[in-house]
């Protein structure tokens, strides 16, 4: 990531271009006339902001792709955020639903609104709205391992703020590997406690 940042060429408008670049432009950077970026690393969420910020059309203007393998490692991995269903209260009505909320039939009345990828190996693929969702849909339900990115898992007093300005810091000199690291972590401990 070092070198790749260290680039400016790599990023549209350079550092400090990134730096005053906010998310929906960033995605749309990749659609303008001419284009300002090859493409963008990103949730599944970015067909919904395509759509909103510009005329391109999925398949023929843009498309996705799993992350390449690293040295070998990777597969059909995936990291992503997502949303956890919580009984507070143990009872038998409690039980049916998150039995059904769990279910392929409650999955696919969500999927098919758009906007919702399950995990569940029995819902059909075909009741994705595009073939875009049913790419990313369908790795989701397949991949061998899937983690939680890190925005998912650490705490709000991390993630707002100390993890945001760390790596904004990291993309101003990206050659401090090692001071970033271990500024994210010096902050994270603290958001921990």
Known sequence: MSQVLGDAKNIAGGTSGALQTNFPDSVTAVFTNPPK?????????????VAGQSKAK???DYNVF???????QGG????????VVVMFKDSPASRALVRYLAS??????????????????N???SVYPDDITRTTATALANASTFRFDMSDLAPAEF???????????????????DGTAAKLEKDAAAAYK
């Open 66 to 72: 799993a992350f390449p393998a690293v040295n070998g």
């Open 159 to 177: 993630v707002g703020d100390a993890e945001f300005t760390d790596l904004q810091a990291f993309l101003k000199n990206p050659s401090d590997v």
């Open 37 to 49: 970026a090859a493409m963008i690393f990103e949730g599944d969420f970015v067909p919904g902001v």
């Open 104 to 121: 392929p039939e409650a999955a696919e009345i969500w999927a098919k609104r758009g906007g919702f990828s399950s995990p569940n190996k």
């Open 58 to 60: 999925p398949k023929t």
């Open 76 to 83: 059909d991995y995936v990291v992503g955020g997502g949303d």
């Open 123 to 125: 819902v059909d693929p």
